[in-house]
């Protein structure tokens, strides 16, 4: 009999670009690319800040998590939950209002002794067991 190997670590994404995915080589990539055009065009010390913030909202987004869960996939479900719209469902309380109930005297009875019961015939258990066969 032929032994297979069974493949492990399926929920991880696989390395493409040295230690990062493709989707984290992406956001990386895209910062640097609008670094480079901002090198070119904007005073160099403002492109030191710029490119600081650039380059740190990409490197949260390609390397965040939040609860376990990649960071670019929260914001996503963040806005899809925000845009979608929403029912809000209820359940009208059918019966006299709360005063009513409280205004009413609680009647007194005689206390009574009730009989023991007493097992007759099968069991409850005993007749579902036999509906199922």
Do not use: H
């Amino acid at each position: 009999m032929d032994q297979f190997t069974i493949p492990q670590f399926i929920e991880e994404k696989a390395k493409v670009i040295g230690p990062m995915t493709f989707q984290q080589f992406i956001y990386v990539g895209t910062a640097g690319a609008i670094c480079f055009v901002f090198y070119f065009t904007i005073p160099f010390f403002f492109f030191i800040m710029v490119a600081l913030v650039i380059f740190s909202f990409a490197i949260i987004l390609a390397f965040g998590k939040s609860g376990g869960r990649p960071l670019p996939l929260v914001i996503k479900n963040a806005f899809v939950f925000k845009l979608r719209p929403k029912i809000y469902l209820w359940k009208k309380k059918v019966g006299p209002p709360l005063k009513l109930i409280m205004a009413k005297k609680p009647e007194i009875t005689a206390i009574r002794e009730s009989p023991v019961p007493t097992a007759v015939g099968k069991s409850k258990l005993k007749d579902l067991s036999d509906q199922v066969r």
